[in-house]
């Protein structure tokens, strides 16, 4: 079964502790965001396929190694955007593709508003969002990808709850989650405990 993967890296707690604060203003908060998602995109990408190719050095002909899948990459509208240019460093020939939700803040259940994918879809999809809260965003963005095609699919987010990782799991005991740390809870509101607050706010500086 896919793995549920916290990473435990020095410079994942070290990043994490800024992005938490919250003093933390929007150009800094986005550039920690920036940090942690090549952290995150690094550790999910351990696992993809290779071929061999040959290639001339300017001292001889050697056989190497390069990516042999179509990856692409889904951020979930708004906030997965602020991941997406730093997979997008570590893979620059990924494609992207988008998913847009909003919460309903009564029921706390998402509405998708916007869906642009390709007739024929990667082998492998990483799925973008900041936080994995209720799950109910993720389970659907994952149904959305699994509808569009592709086999493989892992959740790429910075902070996960419990919950989320319990109905994702439920859900879609296939799909692999990457996260730099899993808190403690959800509040009433549904919100991750202690979380970092709304990270889409928090990246696009939209705080009321």
Known sequence: MPEVVELKHPLVQHHLSSLRAEDTPPHLFREQIRRL???????ATAGLPLRTVQVKTPM????AM????RLGLIPILRAGLGMSSAAQELIPQAEVWHLGFYRDEETHQPVQYYRKFSESPPDIAFIL???LATGGSACEGVNEVKKWGVKKISLLCIIAA???IEKLRETHPDVSIITCA???RLNQNAYIIPGLGDAGDRIFNTLE
């Open 37 to 43: 998602s090549l952290l995150l995109t690094y550790e």
């Open 60 to 63: 001889t002909t050697m056989q």
């Open 66 to 69: 390069e990516l042999d899948c």
């Open 129 to 131: 969002d900041p936080m």
């Open 162 to 164: 419990p919950e989320g």
């Open 182 to 184: 899993i808190d403690e």
